[in-house]
């Protein structure tokens, strides 16, 4: 429940977004690199004249920006980090807007041996062969989901850093070149993977399993912290995404036939 002061706040400013007006979203980089901005961006700005200016990084550095006061509104994909953010009072309120999962992809050999198995199952498999395995090691939220597999597994991967387990810290098409490149595993959302351009012969190897779910939030900067924040245009982006012609213009968004993102905003009312 919002703060007396914020909900205020918000009531007075989010009637006076107006055209000519600029926000920056502090995001996760699958959102960019899979073309979804592109995608919706357009549509917004024709709208209501509001330019949107996205920084994309790993979902970790986004939230370490948003909490610099560097941005108006975070959209990433690690809900607890989010929860955290917005207790610390550096967000307003945090709304699922969106989710896919996340997938394993290899070369078709298989070395480890892990098509059709758990996430836990494959990562114990893939230790126990000692067979490549590319993690992004950048703090993003693929990197955070990643991690917890691995504790999950019952396994530290870092004791085997730059042998079977390499960090690039890049981002994830970067990583998915150096996997493709030295035929090593990794994981990944599904939009990055089905939007990536230097496949080769790689497979989908591990996915389905209900912990690959990838749940996306959007939240508003509290402009009580961040005196910055454009809280009028930045609500009203907000607003549009989990507004029914928001949702609409996400779930249309596909590539190569594929569906990319899967709306599931429930918009909460701000006085309550």
Known sequence: M??????????????TAAAGDSIIVQSTTSTANSGLYAHLLPMFEAETGITVNVVAVGTGQAIRNARNCDGDVLLVHAKSAEEDFVADGRGVERFDLMYNDFIFVGPPEDPAKIKGN?????????EAAKALFASRGDDSGTHKKERALWREA????????????R????????????????????????ATWISFGNKRDFEIIVEGDETL???????????ETCPSVKAAPAQAFIDWLLSPAGQAAIAAYSRQGQQLFFPNAVKQDQNG
């Not at 019952?154 to 387990?165: F, L």
């Not at 779910?213 to 402009?223: A, C, K």
């Open 167 to 190: 960090e690039t810290g890049s981002g994830m098409g970067a990583t998915l070149n150096v996997a493709t490149g030295m035929g090593a595993y990794t994981m990944t959302d599904r």
């Open 2 to 15: 919002l703060r007396p002061a914020i909900t205020a706040l918000l009531m007075m400013t989010t009637s």
């Open 213 to 223: 779910f990838n749940q996306y939030g959007v939240i508003l900067v509290n402009p």
């Open 118 to 126: 758990s996430p836990t199952d494959a990562l114990a498999k893939v």
């Open 154 to 165: 019952k396994i530290d991967p870092s004791d085997a850093s730059g042998t079977w387990y």
